[in-house]
């Protein structure tokens, strides 16, 4: 399979995944009741999804931004999970790079942190903090995906 380059249509595949997950832990954070009942079970799994969809997401990002070619799909899974693997490397990308806006560049630090230090929601109070954080994230890969490849630096 020939890609010659990252489409926007594979991030927004990945940012659907980090959504449903968003979703699940909005639930469970609507009322005390629900974060009791549901608290445990997406202390197994959500975080693990979050923090998988998150690295994907940011990897592809670099690179749609490095506006990367690749003549076979093994070649792209490659680089795809040397991004993942190697979170330093990504994280210094994401910083060299131009088109990532600052705040992205901030948040990104802030939730690799997070993901780094959390392996699960103490208390009501914490999951809806973590959620505004993770929501930010979700709503600024949009606005990442409309820059025209033309116009990136």
Known sequence: MFMPNIPR?????????????????????HTEENFKKFSEQFNQEGIK??????RKIKGLLIMFLN???FSTKEKFE?????????E?????KIFKNRNFPVKFKYLSYKLDN?????????S???????????????HFIPKILELRRDKMK
């Open 9 to 29: 249509r594979k991030i927004y595949e990945t940012l659907l995944e980090y959504e449903d997950t968003l979703i699940e832990m909005q639930i469970m954070l």
């Open 49 to 54: 999804k979050l923090r998988e969809s998150y």
């Open 67 to 69: 506006n990367k070619k």
């Open 78 to 86: 490659k680089e795809l999970n040397q991004l993942l693997t190697e």
């Open 88 to 92: 330093k490397k990504s994280n210094w």
């Open 114 to 122: 997070i993901f780094k230090n959390t392996t699960k929601i103490d």
């Open 124 to 138: 009501h109070k914490h999951g809806k903090e973590l959620f505004k954080i993770f929501d930010a994230f979700n």
